[in-house]
């Protein structure tokens, strides 16, 4: 009504246009007066005449016809339903390049009329639409669905954070000027009231010129991209590996290393060959894009640490080239009866030992050599013992003392993460007690405990290049810590929900964060900012790893997908799917050409991780051609292998320097 008096089809019209062009939606206005009859100067004068001129007087007319207030409850309900039914019916059946962008509009106005109705006191009837339309929805958002579900009453939306966020603010969504014009006209074209209200008063639609986004580009979260989003993910970041100086001038003075051959005629002689692999390196590091070394400060390589990674180094040259053609061997470590009280496992890097967290609060690391795990001799026998440059660490060691299996006791809560250092000198653990402690694996002794987070904490994780040290808590907060220092370097904030692992960048400069809210994020390490959000998963992320060229990250969770992200661009380049349960680990091969993933579905499985990659940047431009690559590659592409257990979940998988796959996890038949 308006004014008292039943509103004419022709001044619905015009009150709808007036809404329109107070809302300065420009372009729906000129596409609406378009189909609308030419109004007469007699016709405009007795509208003025109604005293419609304000955006408050058009807002309640539209509010009126959402309430339904000339409908009965039980009416207005079934209206809403076949509203939202043929709103739904419109998106399926639209054309390929708008039905994407169109379809992230239906997930919060089917929220807010869920809620409408349970506002309206009618339980029944709003129970009644989220069975009949929740299954659309449950892909993306499954987790607010069921707590949406619970939401019967006033009182229980007055309480419940989820709702009153989602009541509060407004939802940001992006859509190409001509599907929001499609979207409004079809709308105000079939006299859907409340769904008008709910996109005027509970949606800010971000509209620009040009193409539709296409599938790769609309992400669960948020609906699609946003602008600011698109912007944060434009920055530039040094994602190449880091010159570290030490290792370098090792690398120098090794003269087995014989990478680089002289060219016919050029002196042989070793100052000339050091010469030649120094100006090698160095063109590759500076097409690497990477940072250079004092970016962040770090320690001085040296001693055992130094020797150990240039072990590493060596045993690289002796890698396996891994494809598609040529597979990996896997080798498979099963622990028994702790299926309902182990939480997680770590490899160490040298692939020596093996670690996991349980529940009853230990942590326990396995022994994969057969050598036993050995502890230093006692004081005595140490101060007897001539020390020298020549001497050993097995020299210091108790050949009495080796056992298959140590147990380290310390933490007052279920262990939930584990991580070696790189040097494997150090094994840092997470518990529910808000706690990280760092174990010396020489005594196999509690040095310190970390103490900053006030809930559990779910992940850890050591820098490549050790001395630094991140954890990720419940309190969705990832921290930054230093092995010589008891407080957090940084607080890492900005996740909606928890965050359940951190991985470093292989550069040591940026650390990844996954979390709850279904996105990851990645963050600079010397300034604390957010440089990378990476939307894309449908549930909770669980695993993180990263490409060792630094370049590309993998991530997994309880969508039971596989997504791949290129940094550089802050897009997803493939989503790998085969999984049927969640995905617990995730690791690339040494050259990056393979990804591993492991899950409770009881299998390894093995993707191409560059094919697409590879194609898409030889293309063209390598942000749309992966993008269009994603979108045209079959849903279950890319799959190599299977590697399937009996009964063993996986909990961690890893790439020896040599590129033999190792994984584990823990058998869970029952006992006899």
């Not at 299996?405 to 809560?413: A, P």
Request: glycine share 8%; aromatic share 8%; net charge negative.
């Amino acid at each position: 009504e308006l004014n008292g008096e039943m509103a004419s089809e022709g001044e619905l019209d015009r009150v709808v246009h007036q809404y329109l062009q107070q809302r300065n939606y420009t372009s729906a206005s000129k596409a609406f007066e378009a189909d609308s009859p030419v109004v007469s100067l007699g016709e405009a004068v007795s509208l003025a005449a109604r005293k419609i001129h304000t955006e408050s007087a058009v807002a309640n007319q539209v509010a009126a016809f959402s309430r339904g207030d000339n409908v009965s409850g039980a009416g207005a309900a079934e209206i809403l339903e076949e509203n939202y039914k043929s709103l739904t019916k419109w998106i399926e059946t639209s054309l390929d390049q708008y039905r994407n962008e169109l379809y992230t509009v239906m997930y919060p106005i089917f929220v807010h009329c869920y809620l409408d109705l349970v506002a309206r006191g009618q339980p029944e009837n709003a129970q009644k639409f989220i069975r009949n339309h929740s299954v659309e929805h449950e892909q993306y958002h499954r987790r607010e669905l069921e707590e949406l579900k619970a939401v019967t009453t006033v009182e229980h939306m007055a309480k419940n954070k989820f709702v009153t966020h989602f009541r509060s603010k407004k939802y940001n969504l992006v859509l190409c000027s001509y599907s929001f014009e499609l979207l409004l006209a079809y709308v105000q074209e079939q006299k859907f009231m409340t769904i008008l209200s709910i996109i005027n008063q509970h949606l800010d639609i971000k509209v620009f010129s040009g193409k539709p986004q296409q599938k790769y580009e609309v992400f669960g979260m948020g609906g699609s991209m946003s602008a600011e989003l698109a912007e944060l993910n434009g920055k530039e970041i040094l994602w190449g590996s880091m010159r570290v100086n030490e290792v370098e001038e090792a690398l120098d003075d090794d003269d087995t290393e014989a990478d680089v051959k002289p060219e016919p005629g050029a002196d042989d002689g070793p100052e000339a060959l050091r010469a030649r692999k120094r100006a090698k390196r160095r063109h590759l590091a500076t097409i690497a894009n990477g940072p250079k070394q004092g970016r962040i400060p770090l320690p001085e390589l040296r001693g055992r640490s130094l020797q150990i990674r240039l072990d590493h180094l060596k045993e690289m040259r002796q890698r396996v080239d891994l494809s598609a053609s040529a597979l990996p061997s896997a080798c498979m470590y099963t622990l028994f009866n702790t299926a309902s009280r182990l939480h997680c496992l770590t490899t160490s890097s040298d692939s020596t030992m093996i670690a996991g967290g349980f529940a009853d609060s230990y942590v326990k690391v396995w022994d994969l050599t057969r050598k036993g795990l050995r502890g230093l001799k006692s004081s005595e026998e140490l101060k007897d013992l001539d020390i020298d440059s020549s001497t050993t660490l097995e020299d210091l060691q108790d050949a009495g003392s080796a056992e298959d299996c140590k147990t380290l006791i310390g933490h007052t809560g279920p262990v939930y993460s584990t991580s070696f250092s790189p040097d494997n000198a150090f094994l840092l653990s997470g518990s529910e007690d808000g706690t990280a402690r760092l174990w010396d694996l020489h005594t196999f002794t509690n040095v310190v405990a970390y103490k900053g987070h006030m809930y559990p904490v779910w992940g850890t994780a050591f820098s490549p290049l050790g001395y630094y040290f991140a954890t990720a808590s419940h309190d969705r907060t990832a921290r930054l810590w230093s092995t010589d220092h008891v407080y957090p370097l940084r607080i890492f904030a900005g996740h909606l929900s928890d965050v359940n692992a951190v991985c470093f960048h292989p550069n040591s400069n940026y650390l990844a964060t996954a979390s709850s809210d279904r996105s990851c994020r990645l963050w600079d390490v010397q300034t604390g900012e957010c440089v990378r959000v990476f939307e894309g998963h449908s549930d909770a992320v669980h695993a993180l790893a990263f490409s060792d060229d630094g370049q590309y990250m993998a991530s997994g969770g309880d969508d039971c997908n596989v997504v791949l992200w290129d940094l550089g661009t802050g897009k997803k380049v493939k989503t790998f799917k085969g999984h049927t349960d969640v995905v617990y680990t995730v690791s690339f091969s040494g050259e990056g050409s393979l990804l591993a993933s492991g899950g409770a579905d009881n299998t390894v499985r093995i993707w191409d991780s560059v094919t697409e990659v590879a194609e898409a940047k030889e293309s063209g431009a390598a942000g749309s051609a992966i993008g269009e690559a994603e979108a045209n590659a079959s849903e279950f592409g890319l799959e190599l292998g299977v590697f399937a257990t009996k009964s063993t979940p996986i909990f961690t998988t890893a790439f020896t320097n040599k590129n033999l796959l190792l994984a584990s996890g823990p058998l869970t038949l029952e006992d006899p």
